[in-house]
């Protein structure tokens, strides 16, 4: 696999090439404040103990508080973490919002782990790393493979071991333990705000084909958002592999049927295909929601959409980017196109620490604006230097990050 942060330094570069931010700038940016590694020893349910390797990456924190996920997952690793903390720095700015880049995970596959085991590991990740977090230094929340449940037993850990009572330390938690409403599907909805906001001056059609890539929160919420607006998604998939109806799905009951069998496969009226399928789709709008490196110089030439909206982090490599652009497909790039996650956590913040509990409406009511004005400026930005919209959204947040520095 490509290294997730060399790709991120390239894309900076890339940047650098274009707009003068002068060399001191650009050399602080491509080095994190911290990056720490933890071990977290958990009892397993068998008796015996298990090490487990953890990190927390504290990229920048220019803006505010170090912001950012925290993803479980079997390949993650310090490079992964890097690179997602980086474009955490650059989407806070995107998003106007007072908090810095951070981002955390643990190598480790949830699926193996009893829930009793998960909660123990998730506190010991705590454990280790509450000294440097804080609602003023550092606010986690959930990534890959992270729930609203685990927020909830890490808020709970920092409360113990700090006794702060605001539970502002964690975003992402479930409803009525301090979270926000909108949450879950916050990071969707927000890249449904920024697709009506752009959808025009990309030259997408009225009522889009749309292939989705990765069922988890983004990805089931977008499908399940995009059909809600009348659009025709035809095609959606997880790890195991994709389904596909030329119709249409009825991703209603497909979130059903995901949720009792475990799987997208056997779905009536759909036609199984693999994940690459999916991805090279024809379409107007593919919509990776999964993970990192999956269009690549490999195959980008097949991709056949007509724009790309990256609800994942990543999942495009600077060499498919140069690609696409040529090709005239574009690309709303992650710290634009998945920006409402994080910014309706730093809303769930801001709730925590006035006590305060907003309405759905209230929240995507603010959302949306903010998004949708980022959004304008980045097409503005990208237009001006004659670029791509990832340069146009790595402009702007450069910009914010240098004026405040
Ligand atoms: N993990 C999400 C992201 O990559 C959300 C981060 C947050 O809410 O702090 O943007």
């Not at 980086?86 to 190598?107: D, E, Q, R, S």
């Not at 009522?207 to 069922?215: D, E, L, P, T």
Request: with cysteine; proline share 5%.
């Amino acid at each position: 696999m490509q290294n997730p942060f060399q790709n991120a330094m390239s894309q900076l570069d890339k940047v650098a090439n274009i707009k003068n931010f002068g060399e001191e700038f650009i050399a602080r940016l491509r080095h994190p404040d911290r990056d720490i590694r933890i071990s977290i020893p958990v009892k397993m349910d068998n008796g015996q103990l298990k090490i487990f390797e953890g990190y927390r990456v504290e990229y920048n924190n220019v803006l505010g508080p170090y912001k950012g996920g925290i993803r479980y997952h079997q390949d993650t690793e310090i490079n992964e973490v890097k690179a997602l903390a980086f474009w955490m720095a650059l989407k806070c700015a995107v998003a106007g919002i007072p908090m810095g880049g951070g981002k955390g995970g643990i190598t480790v596959n949830p699926r193996e782990l009893s829930k009793g085991e998960l909660e123990r590991l998730s506190r010991g990740w705590i454990q280790k790393l509450s000294d440097i977090l804080g609602p003023m230094k550092d606010v986690p929340a959930p990534d890959v493979n992270t729930t609203p449940e685990i927020m909830d037993w890490m808020a709970d850990e920092f409360e113990k071991i700090t006794g702060d009572k605001t539970r502002a330390v964690i975003t992402g938690k479930p409803l009525g333990k301090g979270g926000s409403e909108g949450r879950g599907t916050a990071t969707a909805q927000g890249g449904f705000f920024v697709f009506e906001s752009l959808k025009k001056d990309i030259n997408l059609p009225e009522k889009c084909k749309v292939a989705v890539q990765g069922f988890g929160n983004a990805g089931s919420y977008a499908a399940l958002i995009w059909k809600k607006a009348g659009h025709n998604v035809v095609t959606v998939s997880d790890s195991k592999g994709g389904i596909y109806n030329p119709d249409g799905l009825d991703i209603e009951k497909l979130m059903e049927y995901k949720k009792t069998t475990g799987s997208l496969s056997g779905f009536p009226e759909s036609k199984e295909i693999t994940n690459e399928e999916v991805l090279q789709t024809e379409c107007d709008l593919l919509i990776p929601a999964a993970f990192e490196n999956q269009i690549t110089a490999e195959n980008a030439d097949k991709i056949k959409a007509k724009a790309i909206l990256e609800l994942a982090n990543g999942p495009i490599t600077p060499e498919a980017d140069e690609i696409l652009f040529k090709k005239g497909v574009s690309v709303i790039p992650d710290i634009l196109a998945n920006s409402g996650g994080v910014t309706v956590s730093y809303f769930e913040w801001d709730q925590n620490l006035k006590n305060e509990h907003w309405s759905e409406k209230e929240v995507f009511d603010k959302l949306q604006p903010i998004l949708d004005d980022s959004a304008k400026k980045i097409l503005v930005k990208s237009k001006e230097s004659n670029t791509d919209l990832r340069r146009g959204a790595f402009i702007l947040a450069l910009e914010r990050i240098q004026e405040k520095m």
